[in-house]
């Protein structure tokens, strides 16, 4: 079953810890001097925080495999999609090792499908995600209203 990923950076890390940990009612699953992650079933969701590492904020956004098949599946999506897709191959990011593939949305929000197989000792690196945001075509100008929802 596929879980959704969020990693958003921020400028505390231990502050955040806590906020998130009373948030979803328990402590990270995983914690690093500047990383911290929850796998939670209710939500199901891979939910990540890290400083140092990203701009303060949403970095993005994901959809998290439990097998290759999965990832295949999840990885022909993205192509479906018609967006440019990175193939980043098996890679370590976020002290983790993975299969991943990287795109963006119209409005330049970055996605990643992976699978992970393994801990990773460091932190590893990303691709230019900022690359992948601004594969996206400028927004046009809105009318009318903003507001909520």
Not at 34 to 57: C, E, Q, T
Not at 102 to 129: C, I, K, N
Request: net charge negative.
């Amino acid at each position: 079953m596929k879980r959704l990923h969020v990693h958003v950076g921020v400028t505390d890390l231990a502050q955040s810890i806590a906020f998130y940990s009373a948030l979803f009612g328990t402590p990270p699953t995983f914690a690093r001097d500047d990383y911290a992650k929850w796998m939670l079933d209710d939500p199901r969701v891979n939910f990540a925080i890290s400083h140092g590492h990203a701009a303060p904020g949403i970095e993005h956004l994901g959809i998290q495999a439990e097998t290759p098949e999965e990832l295949a599946e999840v990885t022909d999506r993205l192509t479906a999609a018609a967006r440019p897709v990175l193939a980043e191959g098996e890679t370590s990011c976020c002290y983790a090792r993975s299969e991943k593939s990287w795109t963006s949305d119209p409005q330049g929000v970055v996605w990643e499908a992976f699978h992970t197989m393994a801990q990773a000792r460091t932190y590893g690196s990303s691709p230019a995600l900022d690359v992948l945001a601004a594969m996206a075509p400028a927004p046009a100008s809105e009318s009318g209203g903003g507001g909520c929802c």
